[in-house]
Nanobody, 129 residues
Framework: QVQLVESGGGLVQAGGSLRLSCAASGRTFSSITIGWFRQTPTKEREFVAAITWNAASTAYADSVKGRFTISRDNTKNMVYLQMNSLKPEDTAVYYC??????????????????????WGQGTPVTVSS
């Protein structure tokens, strides 16, 4: 099973930027669709972005479209989430996750409940106004 470790979270002012990283272990990482999700104490975990195993396709939640960019480097077993123009409502714990079906479609991570195989431990992001 792939193990995931997120990093890069922190405190930033509204309008600022952060780049989250998701480091993965396991030889199968390059064949797995990966997603980013976020959760606050008052809301259920929600989909943010996803990228196919070969980076050919990406998907974003409407709330982050145009501001966030997901990417991956399979040579380094890394997935990134570049977050620009951050808003206070982006404050949450951010998690990366593998697709349960490995190279499954992006829709499998967008649907509720998402078809997640494994989760990272999360990295907190706080956006101050």
């Amino acid at each position: 099973q792939v193990q995931l470790v997120e990093s890069g979270g922190g405190l930033v002012q509204a309008g600022g930027s952060l780049r989250l990283s998701c480091a993965a272990s396991g030889r199968t990482f390059s064949s797995i669709t990966i997603g980013w999700f976020r959760q606050t104490p008052t809301k259920e975990r929600e989909f943010v972005a996803a990228i196919t195993w070969n980076a050919a396709s990406t998907a974003y939640a409407d709330s982050v479209k145009g501001r966030f960019t997901i990417s991956r480097d399979n040579t380094k077993n890394m997935v990134y989430l570049q977050m620009n123009s951050l808003k206070p409502e982006d404050t949450a714990v951010y998690y990366c996750a593998t697709h349960r079906d490995y190279s499954g479609s992006l829709s499998g991570l967008i649907t509720t409940p998402p078809r997640v195989g494994s989760w990272g431990q999360g990295t907190p992001v706080t956006v101050s106004s």
